[in-house]
Structure formats: structure tokens, C-alpha cells
């Protein structure tokens, strides 16, 4: 899988979780629980305005109140939480404040402040109206790379591709892992605060049970990806996460066959994609040894995701037919 590709010195996937509401304990395969929690509304959020560029706007009334709210939801659902990150946003900082003064954590590490957790950038939309057409072209892009067309460019910033938003918010997502495997205690629980179309595009490109059927049903309820203090919960290990709830909807952990045939063809060509893009990346840098490095992996993660396709779906094939070949 190009997941297992990007980070291959990770754990394996703990025992999957049959609810939000279950326990969550510390596995010994080294899997973390990430809660993912969109900001509160915000003074543009309020106004139906892009704002992407931090520190972007503070949060109104309403916003402070869904802060708190959310805090005592977080507080209520895990006993342990190893640590509290956020975006540059001043947004998601704020409504971090709550969960993180009641839990004695306040002010944020510095190096809790990810910037790997800023929203997908708009670029020339920046300012423009949600329901506007320019709204509209914003999330073309962001839509293609779930779909597994990565080199599709973020139409108003076009230095932004879905190469380098994974990577630019899977780094966040590996900082925020190596803190917690790294520290001491059991806990395995960590809260991001980011925005709605990072954490809804980003989630989607990663998990291993993608269900597009929440999505479709957050859109159609909220005209959005994820309310404002909405919850994207997520368990596993870079490169092996499986999605837990989707704004308190419990997701199933087997996804089916069809999602399954869908993410190892998107894997497949993904792993060309990520390596191509790489290589190029090198190249403009004109180092030697940066281009070899990048051959030597490119060509490891195309020859890996050639290799794996097969046998993934012949696996789940049978699988679905109660392994009766």
C-alpha cells in the first residue's frame, strides 16, 4: 500500500476499535488514537468567507462556545490525552484553549503549534465567497487527490498539489506520533485542532476504510465536509490508519469489497505519482546523491505497488467469498 510506502519503519494496526464510545487502552503493536477536530466558527468561517492564510480570523461567540462544548465532549470520551496540537490558525488555537486549560496544558508547546495543520491553501481564492465559483474551483483539487489523482494542482495556488499537502500534513500527523511513542506513560490519545477540508481530504487519502457515504452525508446536512467542533477520530500508525468516527458516526472497520478493490487501485496509482513527483523535486535541486536517493525510492515504490496489487486483490476476493477458492 502507498501508505505502508511513505513511512515504512511504523507499527502495525491495533485491534480495531468497535465504536466511538469504546475504551481505548494503550496496544502493543504501538497504535495511537488521534482525535482530529475542526475549529470553532470563526468571524470569515461565520461570513461564508475562504480564509486559509494564518493566522486567519479569531473565533465569534458562537465559535468560544462550541470550544468548550467540544472540550467537555474530548474530556468525556478519553481518560488519558498524551498531548494537544493545533494549526497556525489563531482559530484552532482558540479552540484548542479550553481542552488545553482544563487539562493543564496551557499555553501549547510551541512545538505542539503545527503548521503541517493549516487548511489546504486557497491561493487566488483566498477572500472569495464559499458558495461563489471560485468557492467551487477551490475544491476540485483537494476532491481529485482523494480519488487518487495526487498531481492534480490546488487550482488557486497551484504550487500545491496533493503530493505535497500529504506530506506537508502526514508530517504533522508523524510529528504528532513520535511525540507520543516517544514520551513516557501509557497514554496513546492525542487531539489535533485543524480545519474542515484538511482533515475531511487528508483523512481520506490515509485510511485504510475510507466511507465516502459519511462524507456524502455531512455534505448534504451541513453543505460541508465537517461541521465547525466537528470530530474526526482516527486509530492505528503512519501508514496504517483506519477511520474509527466520522462527526460521532461510528465507521465499519471492514469496509467492504468495493472500498477495499478502490484503495488498492488508488495505492497503485498513487505509488508513480508520489515517485515521480519526487524525482522531479530532485532533479530541480541538481544534488546527486538527492536524485540517486530518490530513484533508488521511486523505483522501490512502484516495484512495491506493482507487486502488492495482485496479491491484495486476490486476497480480498476471496476473502469476500468466504474463502471459498
Same mark, same amino acid.
Given at each position: 500500500?502507498?501508505? %505502508? ?7 502495525? *494496526? ?10 481505548? &487502552? ?11 477536530? %475542526? !475549529? ?10 475562504? $480564509? ?36 497556525? =490558525?489563531? %482559530? ?5 484553549? #479550553? ?10 508547546? #510551541?512545538? !505542539? ?5 493549516? =487548511?489546504?491553501?486557497? @491561493? ?12 467551487? *474551483? ?10 487518487? $489523482?495526487?498531481?492534480?494542482? /490546488? ?6 498539489? @496533493? ?8 508530517? +504533522?500527523?508523524?510529528?504528532?506520533? @513520535? $511525540? ?11 487531539? &489535533?485542532?485543524?480545519? =474542515?477540508? +484538511?482533515? &475531511? ?9 475510507? /466511507? ?7 455534505? =448534504? ?8 467542533? @466537528? ?22 472497520? $471492514?469496509?467492504? *469489497?468495493?472500498? /477495499?478493490?478502490?484503495?488498492?487501485? %488508488? ?21 546527486? &546523491?538527492?536524485?540517486? +536517493? ?25 476473502? +469476500? ?5
Amino acid at each position: 500500500m502507498r501508505n %505502508r510506502l511513505r513511512f515504512v519503519t511504523v507499527g502495525l *494496526l491495533s485491534t480495531a476499535m468497535m465504536s466511538i464510545g469504546s475504551a481505548l &487502552a494503550w496496544a502493543d503493536d504501538g497504535s495511537i488514537v488521534l482525535d482530529l477536530v %475542526r !475549529h470553532g466558527e470563526s468571524v470569515d468561517n461565520a461570513k461564508g468567507i475562504i $480564509d486559509t492564510v494564518p493566522p486567519g480570523t479569531q473565533l465569534d461567540a458562537t465559535g468560544d462556545g462550541q470550544a468548550t462544548a467540544v472540550a467537555t465532549a474530548i474530556q468525556n470520551e478519553y481518560t488519558n490525552i498524551a498531548g494537544i496540537f493545533s494549526s497556525d =490558525e489563531i %482559530r484552532s488555537q482558540e479552540t484548542a484553549t #479550553p481542552l488545553a486549560q482544563e487539562l493543564n496544558m496551557y499555553p501549547l508547546d #510551541p512545538s !505542539h503549534i503545527l503548521s503541517g495543520l493549516n =487548511e489546504i491553501p486557497a @491561493g487566488s481564492f483566498e477572500g472569495d465567497s464559499t458558495t461563489s465559483l471560485e468557492g467551487i *474551483l477551490y475544491l476540485l483539487g483537494p476532491l481529485s487527490w482523494v480519488f487518487g $489523482d495526487v498531481l492534480m494542482p /490546488d487550482i488557486g495556488d497551484p504550487s500545491v498539489n @496533493g503530493v505535497t499537502f500529504d506530506e506537508s500534513f502526514g508530517g +504533522a500527523v508523524q510529528t504528532i506520533y @513520535g $511525540d507520543t511513542v516517544g514520551g513516557a506513560g501509557t497514554s496513546v490519545n492525542d487531539v &489535533a485542532f485543524s480545519s =474542515e477540508g +484538511a482533515i &475531511a481530504v487528508w483523512t481520506m487519502m490515509n485510511v485504510n476504510n475510507p /466511507d465516502f457515504s459519511v462524507l456524502l452525508q455531512e455534505i =448534504e446536512q451541513t453543505d460541508g465536509f465537517l461541521p465547525n467542533a @466537528g470530530q474526526v477520530v482516527i486509530e492505528g500508525s503512519p501508514g496504517d490508519w483506519t477511520l474509527v468516527s466520522y462527526d460521532g458516526t461510528a465507521v465499519p472497520q $471492514d469496509p467492504g *469489497l468495493g472500498t /477495499d478493490l478502490f484503495v488498492d487501485f %488508488r495505492n497503485l496509482i498513487e505509488a508513480p505519482q508520489f515517485a515521480g513527483y519526487d524525482i522531479y523535486e530532485a532533479l530541480l535541486g541538481g544534488n546527486s &546523491a538527492t536524485i540517486d +536517493a530518490a530513484l533508488q525510492t521511486g523505483i522501490t515504490q512502484v516495484d512495491t505497488a506493482l507487486s502488492q496489487f495482485p496479491v491484495e486483490v486476490f486476497d480480498q476476493i476471496v476473502g +469476500a467469498l468466504g474463502g471459498s477458492i
